[in-house]
Protein backbone atom coordinates (compact mmCIF):
# COMPACT_ATOMS: atom_id res chain seq x y z
CA UNK A 1 0.00 0.00 0.00
CA UNK A 2 3.01 2.47 0.70
CA UNK A 3 4.64 1.17 -2.24
CA UNK A 4 1.62 1.91 -4.25
CA UNK A 5 0.36 5.48 -2.57
CA UNK A 6 4.20 6.74 -2.49
CA UNK A 7 4.07 7.74 1.09
CA UNK A 8 3.85 6.31 4.41
CA UNK A 9 1.48 4.14 5.86
CA UNK A 10 1.12 3.34 9.52
CA UNK A 11 -1.07 0.72 11.18
CA UNK A 12 -1.90 1.77 14.78
CA UNK A 13 -3.69 -0.54 17.60
CA UNK A 14 -4.89 1.31 20.44
CA UNK A 15 -5.42 -1.33 23.51
CA UNK A 16 -7.21 1.05 25.78
CA UNK A 17 -9.78 1.97 23.03
CA UNK A 18 -9.74 -1.63 21.31
CA UNK A 19 -9.24 -0.44 18.12
CA UNK A 20 -7.19 -1.23 15.01
CA UNK A 21 -6.11 0.13 11.47
CA UNK A 22 -4.93 1.93 9.04
CA UNK A 23 -4.59 5.96 9.92
CA UNK A 24 -6.92 8.52 8.51
CA UNK A 25 -9.15 5.16 7.10
CA UNK A 26 -12.32 3.29 9.22
CA UNK A 27 -11.06 1.71 12.43
CA UNK A 28 -11.73 -2.04 13.36
CA UNK A 29 -12.95 -3.00 16.57
CA UNK A 30 -10.76 -5.77 18.85
CA UNK A 31 -13.16 -8.47 20.00
CA UNK A 32 -13.21 -8.52 24.17
CA UNK A 33 -11.67 -12.51 23.87
CA UNK A 34 -8.94 -11.01 21.68
CA UNK A 35 -5.73 -9.89 23.29
CA UNK A 36 -3.04 -8.20 20.83
CA UNK A 37 0.30 -6.96 22.08
CA UNK A 38 3.09 -5.36 20.02
CA UNK A 39 6.88 -5.15 20.71
CA UNK A 40 9.45 -3.33 18.60
CA UNK A 41 7.33 -0.90 16.42
CA UNK A 42 6.84 2.70 17.60
CA UNK A 43 4.44 3.93 20.20
CA UNK A 44 2.87 6.99 20.63
CA UNK A 45 0.21 8.46 22.75
CA UNK A 46 -0.60 4.75 23.83
CA UNK A 47 -1.06 3.45 20.78
CA UNK A 48 1.10 0.75 19.22
CA UNK A 49 2.23 1.70 14.90
CA UNK A 50 3.73 -0.08 12.17
CA UNK A 51 5.32 2.41 9.90
CA UNK A 52 5.36 1.25 5.78
CA UNK A 53 7.48 3.55 4.02
CA UNK A 54 7.19 3.83 -0.21
CA UNK A 55 10.69 2.55 -0.11
CA UNK A 56 9.41 -0.86 0.46
CA UNK A 57 10.96 -0.55 4.41
CA UNK A 58 8.89 -0.98 7.53
CA UNK A 59 9.56 -0.60 11.56
CA UNK A 60 10.43 -3.73 12.30
CA UNK A 61 8.24 -5.25 15.09
CA UNK A 62 6.11 -8.53 16.64
CA UNK A 63 2.47 -8.81 17.14
CA UNK A 64 1.28 -11.26 19.28
CA UNK A 65 -2.69 -12.26 19.03
CA UNK A 66 -4.12 -14.86 21.55
CA UNK A 67 -7.82 -16.00 21.32
CA UNK A 68 -8.66 -18.60 23.54
CA UNK A 69 -5.86 -21.74 23.70
CA UNK A 70 -4.65 -19.99 19.92
CA UNK A 71 -1.66 -17.45 19.41
CA UNK A 72 -0.25 -16.21 15.93
CA UNK A 73 2.83 -13.95 15.78
CA UNK A 74 2.89 -11.50 13.19
CA UNK A 75 6.62 -10.44 12.45
CA UNK A 76 7.56 -7.34 10.30
CA UNK A 77 10.54 -7.66 8.57
CA UNK A 78 12.22 -3.82 8.82
CA UNK A 79 14.17 -4.06 5.26
CA UNK A 80 11.52 -6.05 3.17
CA UNK A 81 8.54 -4.59 5.03
CA UNK A 82 7.12 -7.88 4.96
CA UNK A 83 4.31 -9.61 6.90
CA UNK A 84 5.39 -13.40 7.99
CA UNK A 85 2.67 -15.21 10.47
CA UNK A 86 3.08 -17.88 12.55
CA UNK A 87 0.81 -19.97 14.40
CA UNK A 88 1.66 -20.94 17.66
CA UNK A 89 -1.07 -23.44 18.31
Request: net charge negative; glycine share 14%; proline share 4%.
Amino acid sequence: MALNKGKVVVFAIDPEARTYGIEGERRGEIPLEVEIRGEGGAELEGQFRLCFYPDGTATGAELIVNFGRRSWTLRVHPLLGTVRVEEEG
